[in-house]
């Protein structure tokens, strides 16, 4: 049986209490002989075994969610590029000039999103072998939000949707650069994915204590 002693330290440990009869032909008494063995050690590896094996089990959840979401996202893009490719090298002759112009434009933008997503999954598979690194300092959260704006105008123009751009010029957060601008563009991207035509994108932000929360809402 295990069980949890305390010893002259007033330390909690764990120990492995073993007991066996002894057969005695010549004394007629019973005895028993007792081992107490000492399991702090192996307790130790077997919490950081668990421990390592909830943390693996995390990463393996979290890597299968974002395989599914990606597998998704390229799966629609190709379809729209192909429709679009399909279009252009079958009927071209019986499109009109505005229709070539918006199946290029189309494909165009698709194949942005799409160089954008393998650029985060680069992104992510560096992070996870520690092969980026944080490199934080002050930025300015309104001029950040507003080049990531400009980049992604082309997709919001396309669906006729409007971004509004409401953080304060004077906000500053100290932040890796890099990391910031793929998590706002990322919000941004899928507020203008998800929104109807005609819709509206608005960032914002309010300052809690030492952070600066920053909302990407959408209609």
């Not at 590896?45 to 974002?66: C, G, M, V």
């Not at 906000?171 to 650069?177: E, G, K």
Request: glycine share 2%; proline share 1%; charged share 25%.
């Amino acid at each position: 049986v295990e069980l949890t002693v305390i010893n002259k330290y007033k330390r909690l440990f764990t120990v492995l209490l073993e007991s066996i009869q002894l057969q005695d032909s010549i004394e007629s008494s019973q005895k028993c002989q007792i081992a107490v063995i000492d399991l702090t050690e192996r307790k130790k590896a077997e919490d950081s075994i668990n421990r390592y094996s909830e943390e693996l089990k995390k990463l393996n959840n979290t890597k299968d969610k974002l395989f599914s979401i990606i597998a998704h996202d390229l799966r629609s893009s190709l379809q729209v590029l192909m429709g679009s490719s399909n279009l252009l090298a079958t009927e071209i002759e019986n499109l009109s000039h505005e229709e070539i112009i918006y199946l290029s434009r189309e494909s165009n933008t698709t194949l942005n999103n799409l160089y954008k997503l393998l650029e985060n999954l680069l992104f992510w598979s560096m992070l996870q072998r520690d092969m980026i690194k944080h490199n934080p300092k002050n930025l300015n959260l309104h001029f950040t939000a507003n080049k990531i704006i400009e980049s992604l105008k082309p997709a919001a123009s396309n669906k006729n949707i409007s971004i509004s751009n409401n953080l304060d010029e004077k906000t500053f957060v100290y932040a890796d650069d890099d990391m910031l601008q793929r998590i706002i563009q990322n919000l941004i991207t899928n507020a203008i994915k998800f929104t109807h035509s005609g819709g509206h994108v608005i960032i914002s932000s309010i300052s809690k204590n030492d952070f600066i929360e920053v909302s990407i809402k959408d209609t």
